[in-house]
């Protein structure tokens, strides 16, 4: 059924919760999946809840799926299969009903309108979202998107095609907990704790810039009139720009300069008095074990000062007196 602008609008403030169990599940069945064959990518069924305005993934389960590669209509389903196992788990929890599909991309592929119309047999308002699960990416691993019919303002055929939505990565404690101790065992045990939040960082600043890039290739590509205009993504671009600085101005070059010298003075500072600590502490370390060897020396002293003591001498010739007449009279025996 063709969708109009403003179910669009409303459609596009949709939100997509993914729980990290998914992210694991997903990760898992394309593990299995890479060691039969890397470059195909698998299938699942998303479980959980939707709510109209938000869409909780909270557990999904893999699907057999096969697709040709060199005809990407030419793909394999199992029906049955998504029967039998949406059953099972209704029986473990009726709250989590299915919500959507995934696939392992990374990225769109020509068959996806098909699958996802199948889909909606089983699910009313499927949501499909596609879990970058390769080693090098970098932010969200997830793209929601909907599947839309379009009218066109100037009376043209209606056109099927895949409406963005935003997507987040949200866990409960228990997840957290179990996501915690899991990085714990993945994590290098050396590594410190100034490290990990310079590569957090480092992650941070990469993602960024795939997205500036991204942003970057679309724009020449709308120029070079190789893309349509999209005014909807031209208001977003407009608005990120509008919240950076002007440099320009003098007096803002002036206040972010002053403010930059404040933060590296309180980090100049900082590693000053960790160093001077660290110092004092390696001082006190030294002194507490010259004074335990001195006293352990000392200890030493006294004990050969007590032994050679003429008392001390003919104890130990009583000692060996005795212990000579006990043999002599083992030897009599």
Same mark, same amino acid.
């Not at 394309?30 to 195909?40: C, I």
């Given at each position: 059924?063709p969708?109009?602008?403003?179910?669009?609008?409303?459609?596009?403030?949709?939100?997509?919760?993914?729980h990290?169990?998914?992210l694991?599940?997903?990760?898992?069945h394309?593990?299995?999946?890479?060691?039969?064959?890397?470059?195909?990518r698998?299938?699942?069924?998303?479980?959980?809840?939707?709510?109209?305005?938000?869409?909780?993934?909270?557990?999904? !389960? /893999? =699907?057999?799926?096969?697709e $040709? *590669?060199?005809?990407?209509k030419?793909?394999?389903?199992d %029906?049955?299969?998504?029967?039998?196992?949406?059953?099972?788990?209704k029986?473990?929890?009726?709250?989590?009903?299915?919500?959507?599909?995934?696939?392992t991309?990374?990225?769109?592929?020509?068959?996806?309108?098909?699958?996802?119309?199948?889909?909606k047999?089983?699910i009313?308002?499927?949501?499909?979202?596609i879990?970058d699960?390769?080693?090098?990416?970098?932010?969200?691993?997830?793209d929601?998107? !909907? /599947? =839309?019919?379009?009218?066109? $303002? *100037?009376?043209?055929?209606?056109?099927?095609?895949?409406? %963005?939505?935003?997507?987040?990565?949200?866990?409960?404690?228990?997840?957290?907990?179990?996501v915690e101790h899991?990085?714990?065992?993945i994590?290098?045990s050396?590594?410190?704790t100034l490290?990990?939040r310079?590569?957090?960082?480092l992650?941070?600043?990469?993602?960024?810039q795939?997205?500036?890039l991204?942003?970057?290739?679309?724009?020449?590509s709308?120029?070079?009139g190789?893309?349509?205009?999209?005014?909807?993504?031209?208001?977003?671009?407009? *608005?990120?720009?509008?919240?950076?600085?002007?440099?320009?101005?003098?007096?803002?070059t002036?206040?972010?300069t002053v403010?930059?010298?404040?933060?590296?003075?309180?980090?100049?500072?900082?590693?000053?008095?960790?160093a001077?600590i660290?110092?004092?502490?390696?001082?006190?370390?030294?002194?507490?074990?010259?004074k335990?060897?001195?006293e352990e020396?000392?200890?030493?002293d006294?004990?050969?000062?007590?032994n050679?003591t003429?008392g001390?001498?003919?104890?130990d010739d009583?000692?060996?007196e005795?212990?000579?007449?006990s043999?002599?009279?083992d030897k009599?025996l």
């Open positions: 059924m969708i109009t602008s403003s179910e669009i609008a409303q459609l596009a403030t949709t939100t997509v919760a993914v990290p169990l998914v694991l599940s997903v990760a898992d394309h593990a299995r999946s890479a060691a039969r064959s890397s470059n195909k698998v299938v699942g069924i998303l479980l959980g809840q939707d709510n109209g305005k938000t869409v909780n993934v909270a557990n999904s !389960f /893999a =699907v057999p799926f096969e $040709d *590669d060199k005809d990407p030419t793909w394999f389903l %029906h049955d299969y998504i029967d039998g196992m949406w059953g099972m788990f029986k473990v929890n009726a709250r989590e009903r299915p919500v959507g599909w995934y696939h991309g990374p990225k769109m592929r020509a068959s996806d309108q098909e699958i996802n119309e199948l889909f047999k089983f009313p308002r499927p949501v499909m979202v879990v699960v390769r080693e090098d990416t970098v932010g969200i691993p997830t929601a998107y !909907f /599947a =839309v019919e379009e009218i066109k $303002d *100037d009376g043209t055929e209606t056109q099927k095609t895949f409406l %963005h939505v935003p997507s987040t990565i949200e866990a409960e404690e228990a997840e957290e907990i179990g899991l990085l714990r065992d994590k290098h050396t590594t410190t490290s990990t310079v590569q957090e960082q992650s941070s600043l990469r993602g960024l795939s997205r500036i991204e942003i970057r290739d679309y724009l020449r709308v120029s070079k190789d893309l349509p205009i999209n005014h909807q993504i031209i208001y977003h671009v407009q *608005d990120a720009l509008n919240l950076l600085p002007d440099l320009d101005d003098p007096a803002k002036k206040a972010f403010n930059n010298n404040d933060q590296l003075l309180v980090v100049y500072l900082s590693s000053l008095l960790r001077v660290a110092l004092h502490a390696l001082v006190d370390n030294k002194e507490s074990i010259g335990a060897e001195l020396k000392e200890g030493e006294e004990k050969k000062a007590k050679n003429p001390a001498k003919k104890a009583a000692k060996d005795k212990k000579g007449d043999k002599d009279e009599g």
